[in-house]
Structures are given as structure tokens and as C-alpha cells.
């Protein structure tokens, strides 16, 4: 058990010093480039955890809150100069508020209602994106300039590098969240609301108001997200954006790797996002990857719901006890 | 916002029930396999164009009329659908928590083998009849809406048939209401499932066939389907029937509406605004009992 405890803290520690170093001694772009995809996956998985891990909402509709926190960073960024990495952890406040008032609609729902509203709000964000034509320029999409800083444009072997950086301090501020809300009353509020709802209510949990701020903060980290990914990629459309797709990934990555967990999501998103780059590169051209996608997603839901945190953990349990056992003997 | 002439607007309420019929024929599987087994089949989008696809393919090399192909979708479909269950949606465990990423991965499949076989292309299905329509007092009753909106009536007239006047019916009415109670006398309701959801992929393949000469579609335009769909059982009550076909008929003549009032690009936007209507003022929909299960 004392194994157990000093590794939970060794190896975020060293996970974090790899990660600090990894731009300097991986020089390869495309490298640098799946990292900052992985570490953006993290923490969208790891933020979406905090209502459809904890609370237990398996909401499909956070693509709507990655996608307006891009459009409004790509939006004021050409409209008034605001820089992205400044302006993107502001906007997405504004995303937070938006997802607040969609939650207090939505979660009056549960189970499958839940699930189809979500979706829906997803259909709304890309209808309201492809017809505010005057804001978003319709299918077009919004083009931003080369990233930069201060009128100089950063150096196209060095460009992922900032990126790479100001994602990791977004994992890092998500995961310290996730951690500071699972031990605290707020976290054993929505633990309990997805362990018995009625029976969280009866014990005087405000149950609606848990709901839908656990709602709003894990659209805040996604929003945050989305505007570092619409710099990332100077280009935002609606149809990338707003799909469930985007929703699908982040749900497969918290699902395998453990879903109600700290580190299960990050686990998720360092085996699912190479992955997933390796199956584009592999089947881009065609439609086929869509299909490997959904193999995998099938594959998750049928033969490991419970994630591999989780069957880890009943394993070194499992594990532990018959050693002990063994010694007493 | 315009307001229409009396004329416009009659001929707007002509196109929007005919439209909702097919509608109604569409979202009437949906809605049946959620009665019976608690899956939200988000796989029913790809499925509608699974079965405009084959209606396209055997139009395209054997001349074979859309709703003559309807006989050839919906027993292939059937079995298809049969097999889904079978060894897929029947090893999953709670409906309500999972039933949704797992026939979402199914669409995801399915869109990803259309679209290597068809590519995006946008298509759809012309018979020589497709500009044709009959006027009736001045209004225009287009040909293809027309056939369409009776073949979805058969169908779904044979579906009613198939609950209401026959054994395996009562099963599938007795396993809607309850499955538990349904077991203890004596209905094998694995076997009900599988019947009850191949029986809601087949009628989404007779919507795929009208909808191919429709609608143009393209593999992608599967995620269209299921958002439309999906507002239609909410708005119905999930898991009714005759909820599902009155709110068809609504959202269909909602959706002609907007279109000649506001503009066609925001006419989708009716099936959401009633969605969130419904879910704010009456969660259970029309003629649906409140979900309040929690999987």
C-alpha cells in the first residue's frame, strides 16, 4: 500500500519533468506537433470528467463549448488584436457563463433525454455558426495570422513550441482542479448525485445547482482549449468544430482510461491521441479511418466499460491482499 | 420575416404533411426500439442512408424505382439490424448510459465504409418522375413527396398492423410496458429485442429509400438524420408511437414554415427550438410517460 501512495505522487512529478523537457530534446514537428494534440486531449477529457465522470452526465454536447471558445478567439483576435494566449483564458469565461445557462436547461433531464439534448446543442452551435455569417463567415471558417508575438512571427521550426508549453499549464491547472474539487464537498456532492440522485437530494445536496456548476467549469477548461486550438491552427470551421465526433473523443478517452478518475483521462488521452494520429496518417485518405475509429470505440464500450485505472486498481488490490495474506501465513 | 399569401401558405401546409409522413415513417423505429429496450439508436441516421445508398446503387445498375426498392431495403436491413442486436447491443448492460456511444461507433463504421465506397459526393436518386407534380385546385402536389408520403403510410399502417393484430406484437407492446413482468409470463424478451429493434432498422430503411429521391444526401449527412429524428421522438414522448407520428406531422409542416417565412438555412433550427421547448415545459413529450429512470 505505502508502494501505492509514494508512487501516486513520484510519478505525476516525473510525468511533469518529461513533459517540461520534451520540445528541447524532440526536435522531429510532427512529434511536437501529436504531443500538443495528446496534452490538448488531456485536458478536454480530464475537464469533460468533472460532470460526466464525477456527476455522471455523459454529456456529447462539449464540442459546442470547444468550438465557441475558438470562434471567439479567432473572432476577437481579427476584430481587435486581442492575443489568444491572453484573451483565450478570458473568453472562455464567456464560454463557462453559455454553459451554465445551456446546463440549467438540459440538466433538468436525465439518462437518454440528457444525451439526446446535448446532441442537440452541438446541431444548434453549428447552425448558429454556419448562418452568423457577419461574425463567423459561415462554412468558410475564421483564418487568424500566423502566430506570433508582439508583430513578430514566431519561426516556423520553433512554431509548436509555445503551444506545446501553454497547453501543458492548462493540464496542469485542469488536473489540479479535478484533484481540488474530488476533495471537496463539491466533489462528494457530484459523486453522490451519480451514485443516487434522489438520495444525494434527501440529504440536503442542491442537486440542480451542483449540476450545473459542475456543468459550467468543465466547459471552462474545453472553451480554454478551443481557443488555443484555433491559434494552433490558425483555421476554424464550423463543421470541424461542432461534431459529435470531437464530443465522441473526448467521452472514448475519459471511458478507457478510466471514467470518475484523476489520471484516468490523461492515461486515456497518452494512449488514444497517438493512436488516433497514427490511424489518420495510416487511413486518411480515405473514409476508412471513421470506421478504425468506430472499431475502437465498439471495442472500449463491449469489452472495457470500466476503464483501465479502475481494473488496474481492483488488480494491485487484488494483488496486495493476497501477499499480505501470504506473509501472515 | 414575410408573411405568406393564403395560397402559399395552404401550399406550404401541403408540402409540410407530406414531408412529415415521411418524417413520421423515419423516426417511428427510433422511437419503437427505444420503447422496447431503452437505446437511443444514434446509428438510425446511418441506417436512413445506408438505405438510400442501396436505393441509389439499384436504381443506378438495374432501373429499379425507389419505392420498388423498398421491398429489397427493408428484409436486408431487417437482418442486419437482427445481427446488431444479437451480438452487439445485447452484451451491453445499461441501455441508457452506453447504448448511445455504442450504436454511435456503429454509425461511425457504417459512415466510414459509405464514404470509402461513395465518397462524399453529394447524390440522389432522380426517377423520370422526379420533376413531375399534380395540381389540385391550384395547389402543386409534387410527385415524389406524394409517393413518398404514401409508401411511409403503408408502412407504417403495416407496422400498427404487425404491434396491434398479431402475437409477437403483444409482446413487444407487453415488453414496452414492462420487461420484467413481460419475462415472468412467459415472452422471451431477448428474442422480443432483437425482433422489436431488427423491425426499427428495417422501417429506418424504407426511410432511407424515400429519402433518396427526396433528399440529396452524402455519407456524412447521416448526423442531419439523427438530430432530426431524435427532436421528432422527444417532442412525441420517447418511446410512443402515435406521439412520434403527431410530432412528424408538426415538425414537418413547422420546418415548410420557416422556410418560406424566414429563410430555408435556419428552417432546421424549429426541430431544436421544440426540442428544448418540450424538454422545459413538459420533459415526457406529447403522449410519452416522464423518463425519470436514471440508467
Given at each position: ?24 530534446v524532440?526536435t ?6 501529436i ?11 480530464s ?37 489568444p494566449?491572453?484573451?483565450t ?18 440538466l ?45 512571427q514566431?519561426?516556423p ?14 493540464l496542469?491547472?485542469t ?7 474530488r ?28 449540476k ?34 470531437v464530443s ?11 471514467r ?38 465498439l471495442?472500449v ?16 488490490m ?12 | ?9 395552404i401550399?406550404?401546409?401541403i ?5 412529415g ?13 427505444f ?19 442501396i ?13 420498388v ?9 431487417f ?34 465504409i459509405?464514404?470509402?465506397i ?6 440522389s ?10 395540381i ?46 413481460a419475462?415472468?409470463?412467459g ?15 428495417s422501417?429506418a ?11 440529396s444526401?452524402n455519407?456524412?449527412s447521416?448526423?442531419?438524420?439523427i ?5 421528432i421522438?422527444?417532442l ?12 412528424a ?8 414554415l ?5 429563410t ?9 427550438f421544440?426540442?428544448?421547448i418540450?424538454l ?16
Amino acid at each position: 500500500m505505502e508502494k501505492i501512495r509514494i508512487a501516486k505522487v513520484v510519478l505525476p512529478i516525473v510525468l511533469l519533468g518529461i513533459l517540461l523537457v520534451y520540445p528541447l530534446v524532440e526536435t522531429s514537428q510532427y512529434y511536437q506537433h501529436i504531443m500538443v494534440m495528446t496534452l490538448m486531449a488531456a485536458v478536454m477529457a480530464s475537464s469533460w470528467n468533472i460532470i460526466g465522470g464525477y456527476a455522471g452526465y455523459t454529456s456529447l454536447g462539449h464540442a459546442a463549448f470547444f468550438g465557441l471558445g475558438g470562434y471567439l478567439v479567432a473572432w476577437t483576435h481579427n476584430e481587435y488584436g486581442w492575443h489568444p494566449f491572453v484573451s483565450t483564458w478570458f473568453l472562455a469565461l464567456v464560454v463557462a457563463g453559455v454553459a451554465l445557462a445551456v446546463g440549467w436547461i438540459a440538466l433538468r433531464t436525465q439518462g437518454s433525454a440528457f444525451v439526446v439534448v446535448t446532441i442537440a446543442v452541438i446541431f444548434i452551435f453549428r447552425l448558429l455558426a454556419l448562418n452568423l455569417s457577419a461574425i463567423t463567415n459561415g462554412a468558410q471558417g475564421l483564418t487568424q495570422p500566423r502566430p506570433g508575438w508582439g508583430g513578430v512571427q514566431w519561426s516556423p521550426e520553433l512554431m509548436k513550441v509555445p503551444f506545446h508549453y501553454i497547453m501543458l499549464l492548462l493540464l496542469c491547472l485542469t488536473i489540479y482542479s479535478s484533484w481540488r474539487i474530488r476533495q471537496s464537498k463539491f466533489g462528494m456532492g457530484l459523486i453522490a448525485i451519480r451514485e443516487d440522485e434522489g438520495k444525494a437530494e434527501a440529504v440536503g445536496i442542491d442537486t440542480m445547482l451542483y449540476k450545473v456548476l459542475a456543468f459550467g467549469i468543465s466547459a471552462y477548461f474545453i472553451g480554454v482549449a478551443g481557443g488555443i486550438y484555433s491559434y494552433f491552427f490558425t483555421y476554424i470551421d464550423p463543421g470541424f468544430v461542432f461534431d459529435i465526433f470531437v464530443s465522441v473523443t473526448m467521452v472514448l478517452i475519459a471511458i478507457l482510461g478510466g471514467r470518475g478518475t484523476l489520471w484516468g483521462p490523461v492515461l486515456g488521452a497518452f494512449i488514444m491521441q497517438p493512436l488516433a494520429n497514427w490511424v489518420v496518417s495510416e487511413f486518411g485518405g480515405t473514409q476508412i479511418h471513421l470506421t478504425v475509429f468506430g472499431g475502437i470505440l465498439l471495442f472500449v464500450m463491449l469489452f472495457m466499460p470500466q476503464g483501465i485505472l479502475p481494473a488496474l486498481n481492483e488488480f494491485l488490490m487484488r494483488w496486495n491482499s493476497k501477499t499480505r495474506s501470504a506473509s501472515a501465513n | 420575416m414575410t408573411i405568406p399569401s393564403f395560397h402559399l401558405f395552404i401550399q406550404t401546409l401541403i408540402l409540410g404533411v407530406l414531408v412529415g409522413g415521411v418524417y413520421a415513417l423515419m423516426s417511428s423505429g427510433l422511437t419503437l426500439i427505444f420503447g422496447v429496450m431503452r437505446v437511443i439508436n444514434v446509428a438510425h441516421g446511418a441506417i436512413l442512408i445506408l438505405g438510400a445508398f442501396i436505393t441509389y446503387v439499384l436504381f443506378q445498375n438495374f432501373q429499379i424505382d425507389p419505392i420498388v426498392s423498398i421491398v429489397i431495403t427493408m428484409p436486408l436491413l431487417f437482418g442486419v439490424g437482427w445481427l446488431i442486436q444479437r451480438y452487439i447491443l445485447s452484451r451491453i448492460e445499461s441501455p441508457e448510459q452506453t447504448s448511445v456511444l455504442v450504436t454511435f461507433a456503429l454509425a461511425l463504421i457504417m459512415e466510414g465504409i459509405l464514404g470509402a465506397i461513395f465518397h462524399t459526393t453529394i447524390r440522389s436518386v432522380k426517377p423520370d418522375y422526379a420533376t413531375d407534380a399534380i395540381i389540385l385546385a391550384s395547389y402543386r402536389f409534387p410527385v415524389t413527396r406524394l409517393m413518398g408520403f404514401a409508401s411511409a403510410l403503408i408502412v407504417i399502417l403495416c407496422l400498427n398492423l404487425i404491434l396491434y393484430y398479431t402475437n409477437i406484437g403483444r409482446a413487444i407492446r407487453a415488453t414496452m410496458q414492462d420487461p420484467r413482468a413481460a419475462q415472468l409470463v412467459g415472452i422471451n424478451v431477448s428474442k422480443i429485442s432483437a425482433f422489436a429493434f431488427a423491425l426499427g432498422v428495417s422501417t429506418a430503411a424504407a426511410g432511407g429509400s424515400l429519402l433518396s429521391m427526396i433528399y440529396s444526401f452524402n455519407p456524412s449527412s447521416q448526423t442531419d438524420w439523427i438530430a432530426k429524428t431524435l427532436s421528432i421522438i422527444v417532442l412525441g414522448g420517447m418511446g410512443s408511437l402515435p406521439g412520434a407520428l403527431v410530432a412528424a406531422l408538426i415538425l414537418g409542416v413547422m420546418e415548410q414554415l420557416t422556410a418560406i417565412m424566414i429563410t430555408l438555412y435556419w428552417s432546421p433550427i424549429v426541430f431544436y427550438f421544440f426540442l428544448f421547448i418540450t424538454l422545459i415545459i413538459r420533459p415526457q413529450g406529447l403522449m410519452g410517460e416522464i423518463i425519470r429512470e436514471k440508467g
